[in-house]
């Protein structure tokens, strides 16, 4: 059974561009969440999904940052506009149900100059 | 005080020997709780889950939870060089709704 599928797996922008990173968790797994990976702040979650639906975006850091998921098999988070901070790698992860055990994505590095 | 907290190390610690891996959480009321590990430049990929106090082993890592003192631990015995890697600690923390991640301590495992 393939595992959490994330595209791209590098993402080199400049300042000012919109970023799309997409994801699709594995087949059956009802919840989906995004985490953002720095040496300073570690693994950070942004926000997760249950059935589809936001439950907790608190995590976004600002409204530059927005996601979506919708429907079971394909979510994306978006950054516009992208800014030299936002460099991290980010990744995708989704449980079968929520408090369950989680299961990453290879991550996506972003880098905006 | 952190959700979360973890010695960020360096643990270094000789082939062959257990290595000892802490954590300690604020949430009292946290019923699940995961260790992680991530090589470098890779992903996070979960080692073991425990939800309930006292030992839980599996090969040569034993998970440890001792909920009154908010502690969970993780031993590896018979360490190899292929265990150098971050072991990230993660803690669902029942009044936030979600699971939080230690900072991780940087394992290395010498020949």
């Known amino acids: 059974d393939a595992g959490v599928i994330q595209s791209p797996r590098h993402e080199v922008t400049e300042m000012g561009q919109e970023v799309t990173l997409r994801c699709k968790p594995i087949?059956?797994?009802?919840?989906l969440f995004w985490y953002r990976q720095t040496m300073m702040r570690g693994l950070e979650l942004l926000i997760y999904f249950n059935n589809n639906v936001p439950i907790d975006d608190s995590g976004m850091p600002e409204d530059r940052f927005s996601a979506k998921m919708p429907n079971a098999s394909f979510s994306t988070l978006k950054i516009q506009p992208s800014e030299p901070r936002d460099s991290a790698v980010y990744f995708c992860a989704s449980s079968l149900r929520f408090q369950e055990t989680q299961y990453f994505g290879p991550g996506t590095r972003l880098l905006v100059l | 005080q952190k959700e979360v907290e973890q010695n960020s190390g360096p643990l270094s610690v000789p082939e062959g020997a257990i290595a000892s891996l802490n954590c300690t959480y604020s949430?009292?009321?946290?019923?699940?709780f995961f260790w992680y590990r991530q090589y470098s430049g890779k992903s996070p990929e979960l080692i073991m889950s425990?939800?309930?106090?006292g030992d839980k082993e599996d090969g040569r890592f034993t998970a440890q939870l001792n909920k009154a003192s908010q502690y969970v631990s993780l031993l590896i015995r018979d360490s190899q060089p292929s265990d150098s890697a971050t072991y990230l600690c993660a803690v669902y923390i029942q009044g936030a709704q979600k699971l939080v991640f230690g900072q991780g301590t940087r394992l290395t495992i010498n020949p």
């Open positions: 087949s059956g797994h009802n919840s």
């Open positions: 425990i939800y309930s106090n």
């Open positions: 949430d009292r009321g946290s019923q699940s």
